[in-house]
């Protein structure tokens, strides 16, 4: 039986809250808190690729997700007008709405007796070899045997105990979001692209609802005013004729439907604990969307860590055997990401079929045992 019996897990994302599921199947004692006050119930789509939904599967949560969301296994090209180019082989995959993916995290963790605590943070922490003192924003004090840091691509946690050498770096691309309802023919991971090469994509996230998103390149982050963000995609995508596209933006109404964000990406070398605060999910991780795997990555961290802690006696020892399970696969993720970001900003076009067997690699290597 492994020394980490009390488990403190700072942020109940995608990561940390698999992570709070899965320590508690082995046995761990788990408190997870957020700064969130609450669940969101608003945000955009995630496709789960084909490792995502076998580690979810291993924590038998993957049929849940099929329940919520879409399966597809291909992807489909389209022009910029609609037409149907061609369909290729994707690996089986689910498009899911990110408020019942987490969910159905939460609802699993806390059914087997984690405890969640929204609107808190970590105020100070002292890291000791015998364990972890947290003093909390609300003023109460534990000790635990073990801090996970899944505080997302900004961590404070990470700033704290690693430095700044690994603060999120610009990808040189935005991205746009928003949700729609589904159009028949979004039934798989679809791209839209007009002939110098701008892509708009969109999957299903559940039979009623899809997911579509817009990467902007720009050489510094761009920043845009808020409350026009619902016209701005308009105005960007108005090359966009396809009917699934236009049928889309119609639903644009509001600005608070639109989500906009930089590209800011980091991976820590390993190893990713100092003493007894470990990193987990985009804290150690931060790959740019392109091969749709951060999220997939924080979930394999969460199992592997659950697996980890519960073959080994030392705490120490559970962490070095995380770090090493992990590290090497994350790099390939977040390089064969960076460089599908890169191809696109250069010349999107010409490095089309470089990046179409970039992608076909990286998909197989995920289907690699972790
Ligand atoms: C445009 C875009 C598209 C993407 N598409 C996909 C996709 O299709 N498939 C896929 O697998 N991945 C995708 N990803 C990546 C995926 O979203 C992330 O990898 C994933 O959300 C990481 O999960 P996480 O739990 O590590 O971090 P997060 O989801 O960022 O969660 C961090 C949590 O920590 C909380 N927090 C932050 N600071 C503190 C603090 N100080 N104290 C307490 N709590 C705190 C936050 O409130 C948050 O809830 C995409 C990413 C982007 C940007």
């Known amino acids: 039986m492994n020394e980490i019996k009390r488990v403190l897990i700072v942020g109940s994302g995608i990561g940390g809250a698999t992570a709070a599921y899965a320590l508690r199947r082995v046995g761990v004692d788990v408190h997870c808190i957020d700064i969130k006050t609450e669940t969101p119930m608003v945000g955009s789509g995630i496709c789960m690729l084909h490792n995502a939904m076998r580690a979810m599967a291993s924590l038998d949560l993957a049929q849940a997700c099929l329940d919520s969301g879409y399966h597809f296994d291909a992807f489909r090209q389209f022009d910029s007008a609609g037409q149907l180019l061609r369909t290729n082989p994707a690996p089986p995959s689910c498009g899911i709405r990110r408020p019942e993916l987490a969910r159905i995290l939460e609802t699993a963790a806390e059914g087997a007796g984690a405890i969640f605590d929204r609107g808190l943070t970590v105020q100070s922490l002292v890291n000791r070899a015998e364990g972890v003192d947290v003093r909390f924003s609300d003023g109460r004090e534990a000790t635990y045997d073990l801090v996970v840091a899944a505080d997302g691509v900004y961590s404070r946690l990470r700033q704290q105990l690693f430095g700044t050498d690994c603060s999120p770096r610009f990808a040189g691309q935005s991205v746009w979001r928003f949700n729609a309802p589904r159009p028949a023919e979004v039934d798989a991971f679809c791209l839209f692209r007009t002939a110098s090469g701008r892509t708009v994509g969109s999957f299903p996230t559940s039979q009623e609802s899809c997911y579509i998103f817009y990467l902007e390149n720009s050489p510094e982050p761009l920043r845009v005013p808020e409350a026009e963000a619902h016209l701005l995609i308009r105005e960007r995508l108005s090359e966009f004729t396809a009917p699934a596209i236009r049928a889309s933006l119609e639903c644009v109404t509001q600005p608070r439907q639109v989500i906009f964000r930089p590209l800011d990406i980091t991976l820590v070398p390993a190893p990713w ?95 690699q045992p972790i």
């Open 273 to 367: 604990h100092r003493e007894r605060v470990v990193l987990l999910g985009d804290a150690a991780h931060a790959p740019t969307p392109h091969m749709t795997s951060g999220g997939g990555m924080a979930i394999e961290d969460a199992v592997v860590l659950a697996d980890c802690i519960a073959a080994t006696q030392s705490g120490q020892a559970a962490l070095e055997l995380y770090s090493n399970r992990r590290y090497e696969r994350c790099k390939t993720i977040c390089d064969a990401s960076l460089q599908l970001c890169r191809n696109e900003q250069q010349d999107p076009l010409g490095n089309r079929e470089k990046s179409a067997a970039l992608l076909l690699s990286t998909y197989q290597f995920l289907g």
